[in-house]
């Protein structure tokens, strides 16, 4: 089974940038949809963007303008950007890595913390 790494997360002050990473264990050339999605306290899991093997990346509703998601295949890997962080993106920070016609597989999440 593929295994994710996310890496990136800490704590980050407001009006800070931050940047995570995900690397898969197996190849993201094939038909393969890597996404991140975010869980802040007391809500559910959200989405963050998809980034499809076409090479699109649509974006979830709460993460439009200071986000940017970025796919390298030859890395096997995606990133995820955030400008001007504020306290509402304070989360846990989760990567999926989906091959079409199986199911998906999660990342363990990165804690990404914003205070002063």
């Known amino acids: 089974q593929v295994r994710l790494v996310e890496s990136g997360g800490g704590l980050v002050q407001p009006g800070g940038s931050l940047r995570l990473s995900c690397t898969a264990s197996r190849s993201t050339k094939e038909d393969v949809v890597m996404s991140w999605y975010r869980q802040s306290p007391g809500k559910e899991r959200e989405l963050v963007a998809n980034?499809?093997?076409?090479?699109?990346?649509v974006y979830g509703s709460s993460a439009k303008g200071r986000f940017n998601v970025s796919r390298d295949d030859a890395e096997n890997s995606i990133h995820l950007q955030i400008a001007s962080v504020k306290p509402e993106d304070t989360g846990v920070y989760y990567c999926r890595y989906h091959l079409l016609g199986y199911q998906a597989v999660w990342g363990q999440g990165t804690l990404v913390t914003v205070s002063s």
């Open positions: 980034c499809l093997r076409d090479g699109r990346i």
